[in-house]
């Protein structure tokens, strides 16, 4: 039987379905986010957006998921309403915040930190096409920091691609305006590059 959850009072971030909590497991105390979505009232098609995000991740989390990746663990619906999505605790914060203390204290990055983010990055979005998954919402906020390596997260606006030769490219519009890919700014269809 796994040890429970124990919540903490400690908000890490607040989204538009929910807010994120640190959370510990078991005697070693291992911390954990957990996603708290307000569940029970949303609209049926509310609900399935979120469904897809917890099959999403449980699909890339399958094998242990990538090193670059915010790993998935388990996802649950409380007594009280919300839905609990259960994921690795990332120390650092996020790559937006990290990016405004360097700037608040004109502390620039070290040229060959840049490119190892950048391949951590790259390597995680190559395991996600691998897996045919899109991200659709790359941006600072949604890169988290752990012990100096930076790991892709938030899969809310991911998409599984059908790559079956009927299946049409995507064209829709989803994401961070300002980390719009240009295809998707000019209304392009997109889809998995060869």
Not at 36 to 61: C, G, N, P, W
């Amino acid at each position: 039987m796994r040890a429970p959850l124990v919540l903490f009072t400690q908000r890490l971030g607040k989204g538009s379905f929910g807010y994120a909590v640190l959370v510990e497991r078991g005697q070693a105390k291992d911390l954990f986010v957990s996603k708290m979505i307000k569940y029970r009232h949303m609209s049926t098609a509310d609900k399935e957006y979120v469904l897809r995000e917890v099959q999403t991740m449980t699909h890339i989390s399958n094998g242990g998921g990538h090193p670059y990746l915010v790993r998935f663990r388990e996802s649950f619906v409380i007594s009280s309403g919300p839905l609990c999505i259960i994921m690795d605790y990332c120390d650092g914060g996020d790559l937006a915040q990290v990016i405004k203390t360097a700037a608040r204290k004109r502390t620039p990055f070290a040229e060959s930190q840049i490119h190892l983010w950048i391949l951590q990055l790259l390597s995680a979005t190559d395991f996600l096409h691998a897996v045919k998954v899109l991200h659709r919402d790359i941006k600072p906020a949604n890169v988290f920091m752990h012990s100096g390596v930076c790991k892709l997260g938030d899969l809310g606006l991911s998409k599984q691609l059908m790559l079956a030769a009927t299946q049409p490219g995507k064209h829709t519009q989803c994401g961070s305006p300002l980390y719009l890919a240009p295809e998707v700014h000019m209304g392009q269809k997109y889809g998995k590059q060869v």
